[in-house]
């Protein structure tokens, strides 16, 4: 997305000449990222082959590693949608911007301990019924599905949704591991596919009616008030992506905290949502600019008004989405609402083939990372039959 501080057009920049996702595939060749996946199920053979053979358990230990990993790649794929407005209306540098959603985000996950116990549930036994017998090692396998899954797309620069990875791993290893008929569809239709499926459009028609109603209600002169609602809506969605991806990352901790008997229920201590803050904070941070880089300069054309109106609705959606414990996309609404933002001033306004590759990346998420995550299962439970 470019951005115009008073709605005229912006010239092409130099991000128009950055790699396309043809280049990015291609380049991705020479990336250490592909040597990933068999450095990691050699990782797990072994540490599923030690725990078996020495009865000391390095599965927990391991899984609350790969949690906070899971954070630290979730902020920095995630932090584009409340921070890419900032750089690309040259409102702030990229390390300001990802400093600034990185605060907040942080503030928003300590706050999930308290304002979103209930997507912890979902994501832990809310999808499996109360006879599945779960296991570390099923915990561990969909962590690292996850993680293989969001390093791989953090590497193109691809702004995909943590939450379809992580349900598609938690679904597919689920049938597996614990029998289709353990599986609760109907919650996994009504609390995560349909919310998943319909959230983008409706961001994008709430954030063209809102960035409508705010055009006409705002003037040229108030554009200190406009960067000023600018800087605060982006807190807000930062804020909000927080309190909706650190529950999603805590919950997978929270799995092996209890069938561990380390934490009762689907809970999770206070200590552990704030260690998971902190990842997230990390690579916000840290690693953050590259898939910013993808929403802030080839998404859409929009103005400093517009980029105002999708955050506010990110902010509002994934807020009340992670109170009622539905599993909301932060990159779903937040494409969205930039998208029907854009719309504002016609459709050639957006850029269709960008929006077309992050499409494609959400559907493919659930079955690859599910796939990934049944990989990592079966390679562990054959070390524990060794």
């Excluded at 459009?201 to 705010?214: C, E, N, P, S, T």
């Excluded at 269709?352 to 079966?378: F, K, M, N, T």
Aim: hydrophobic fraction near 55%.
């Amino acid at each position: 997305m470019a951005t115009r501080a008073n709605g005229s057009q912006k010239a092409p920049t130099a991000a128009s000449e950055q790699p396309g996702a043809t280049e990015e595939i291609r380049d991705l060749g020479h990336s250490p990222v592909l040597l990933l996946l068999p450095s990691v199920l050699v990782a797990l053979l072994l540490v599923a082959w030690v725990t078996r053979a020495t009865s000391t358990d390095l599965i927990l230990p391991l899984g609350i590693v790969l949690t906070l990993v899971f954070g630290y790649l979730t902020g920095a794929n995630t932090v584009a949608e409340s921070v890419a407005t900032l750089v690309a209306g040259d409102v702030a540098g990229y390390q300001r911007a990802l400093a600034w959603g990185g605060v907040w985000t942080v503030a928003g996950c300590l706050a999930s301990a308290a304002l979103a116990t209930a997507l912890v549930t979902t994501l832990t036994r809310g999808l499996l019924a109360p006879s599945a017998h779960i296991t570390e090692v099923f915990a561990v396998a969909v962590l690292t599905g996850t993680i293989l899954w969001m390093a791989l797309a953090t590497r193109l620069g691809m702004p995909i949704s943590a939450t379809h990875a992580l349900v598609g791993g938690l679904v597919v290893t689920g049938i597996v591991a614990v029998g289709l008929a353990r599986i609760k569809w109907t919650a996994v239709l009504t609390k995560v596919a349909i919310p998943l499926a319909i959230s983008p459009l409706f961001a994008a028609l709430l954030a063209l009616l809102l960035v409508i109603l705010a055009a006409a209600a705002l003037h040229r002169d108030s554009s200190r008030a406009v960067n000023v609602g600018h800087w605060l809506s982006s807190a807000a969605a930062s804020f909000a992506r927080g309190l909706s991806e650190g529950p999603k990352v805590v919950a997978m901790g929270a799995l092996l905290l209890m069938v561990t008997h380390h934490a009762a229920g689907s809970g999770a201590p206070f200590w552990f949502f704030a260690a998971v803050a902190l990842a997230i904070g990390a690579g916000s941070y840290l690693s953050g600019q590259k898939v910013t880089r993808t929403l802030a300069e080839k998404t859409a054309d929009i103005g400093e008004i517009d980029a105002f109106a999708a955050n506010v609705v990110t902010a509002v959606l994934v807020s009340v989405a992670a109170n009622l414990g539905i599993p909301l996309s932060n990159t779903e609404v937040g494409s969205g609402a930039v998208t029907g933002a854009g719309l504002r001033c016609g459709l050639r306004n957006v850029n269709w083939e960008i929006i077309r590759d992050i499409s494609l990346a959400w559907v493919v998420s659930a079955p690859a990372a599910g796939l990934l995550a049944l990989l990592c299962y079966e390679v562990m439970r054959v070390a524990q039959w060794a």
